[in-house]
């Protein structure tokens, strides 16, 4: 009831600033009480939070604010951290071109102009072109739900981590989604419809394999301990290509041996199929839960371990040594992996492109030829 004339009164909900809310949902996110905003204990045993990611406007509004409220209940014993973030990683932002046309002063899109050098605005006006940032305030928005649309969510997850490092400034290109779709389509191709030759027990077939088995197997471990690393780097927009290069050696391998694989073929399959699945979910989860649908497992892939690269499987029995003379590439030789310094010196001075002659001039000099 209104104090002053007694009439039907309503409350006014919208008192604080939206900082206040976000300035401690990650206490409520890690304790949710049904009698209390959070619980100490609770909150002793998930904070602090092990790694914050945000744009440079968190990094300056909301990380101080956050900061400021934890700081104030731990000084008032609620919570047991001082700090709520233990690490801080700033991400760079995506920009688009847009083009201005100061004859109107005013900002289009490259669809609403016509082709001319330079295009032109409808009013036959000149326009520049301008990378600028992402903004609501300006056309250089892209509208996630025509790309999911048109290629899938898994797409759209890939491109926008594939586009360049997490950590630097990035330009949207969108011919750029269509070359990562294609990526997806082939790992679908690798692995669904083929999904009939998984079995179960492959570890136990691992046992006496071709060259091409091994091939296939040392890629995979490869590929399992780089997306390991990269992702504990941050280096997502680096994961991508190698999950690419993976799917570039185990499709001809299937395709080559999809009308009678043998036991072995189907050994190397289900276990590229498996850990593949488990390595890709991070960046395209849909495709990664259907291949492990396809392939007999049950649940999804966030429900299972992250994969161990096998060093066994990495081994090369040869590597590439390079030989340089004075600084430059001269020959690279392919030698045993366990080979000795001194079997490879002696490897690289019998090659033909390093071989050394002696002219000796008397009385004036020593002239050494590579």
Not at 7 to 31: C, I
Not at 89 to 96: A, E, K, L, P
Not at 244 to 250: A, D, R
């Amino acid at each position: 009831v209104c104090p002053r004339c007694g009439g039907p009164a309503r409350r006014e909900t919208d008192t604080m600033d939206t900082f206040v809310d976000s300035s401690w949902y990650y206490l409520r996110y890690a304790s949710q009480p049904a009698d209390a905003a959070f619980r100490r204990d609770e909150l002793d045993r998930w904070m602090p939070v092990t790694q914050y990611v945000g744009g440079i406007e968190h990094a300056t509004m909301h990380l101080i604010y956050a900061r400021f409220f934890t700081k104030v209940l731990y000084d008032l014993g609620l919570v047991g951290c001082e700090e709520p973030f233990e690490r801080l990683f700033t991400q760079g932002m995506v920009t688009r071109e847009v083009w201005w046309c100061p004859a109107e002063m005013r900002w289009y899109r490259r669809t609403e102009l016509t082709d001319g050098d330079p295009p032109v605005s409808p009013q036959g006006n000149p326009c520049e072109r301008i990378v600028k940032k992402m903004s609501k305030s300006l056309p250089n928005t892209v509208a996630p739900e025509g790309i999911c649309e048109e290629y899938g969510a898994d797409t759209l997850r890939c491109y926008i981590l594939f586009v360049g490092p997490p950590e630097a400034e990035a330009e949207w290109q969108d011919d750029g989604v269509s070359g990562v779709h294609r990526f997806v389509t082939r790992a679908w191709r690798c692995f669904v419809p083929h999904a009939e030759s998984w079995r179960a027990d492959w570890r136990a077939g691992l046992g006496e394999l071709d060259d091409a088995q091994r091939a296939v197997r040392r890629k995979l471990h490869e590929t399992v301990a780089k997306v390991g690393g990269d992702l504990e780097r941050f280096s997502l927009n680096t994961a991508i290509p190698a999950l690419m290069e993976l799917v570039n050696v185990v499709l001809p391998f299937v395709e080559a041996r999809s009308s009678g694989p043998s036991a072995a073929d189907r050994a190397v399959y289900s276990e590229a199929a498996e850990l593949f699945a488990l390595i890709l979910a991070p960046f395209a989860p849909h495709l990664a839960d259907e291949i492990w649908s396809a392939t007999g497992h049950a649940g999804s892939t966030f429900e299972a371990a992250w994969p161990e690269a096998d060093a066994a499987a990495m081994r090369r029995e040869q590597i590439t040594v390079v030989v340089q003379v004075n600084g430059k590439v001269r020959d690279r030789i392919e030698v045993d992996a366990d080979a000795d310094q001194a079997a490879i010196e002696a490897l690289v001075m019998g090659s033909e492109k390093v071989q050394r002659r002696v002219i000796y001039v008397p009385g004036r000099l020593v002239n050494i030829v590579v």
